[in-house]
């Protein structure tokens, strides 16, 4: 007798990647796992960066893109610090 596997293993190749390729797209952005927790999205992209080779890595052929995006992460995380700092500092 065949073995009966589960109905998402039945499907064509086409529908699967139709399928798999919208994971997580019903979910909120802000419920999503590495939007509330984003240490370990940074240790995920920093795992996923040190599998590849250097001359593959975008911010090395694009080395004016990284510059961008480099100002662009420090202005957020001052503005960030900014906002927490003005929450904790009392009103008179």
């Known amino acids: 007798m065949m073995k009966k596997f589960p109905a998402f293993a039945n499907i ?3 529908t699967h990647r139709k399928n798999s390729s919208e994971g ?9 796992f590495f939007f509330q927790n984003p240490d370990a999205a940074a240790k995920a992209g920093r795992k996923g960066g040190a599998n590849m080779r250097g001359v593959d890595r975008s911010f090395s052929k694009r080395p004016d893109w990284a510059s961008e995006c480099g100002r662009r992460g420090a202005a957020a995380l001052a503005e960030k610090r900014r906002k927490v700092a ?3 500092t009392p009103s008179k």
């Open 24 to 32: 997580g797209s019903n979910v909120p952005r802000e419920k999503r």
């Open 86 to 88: 003005a929450k904790e």
């Open 12 to 14: 064509d190749a086409e």
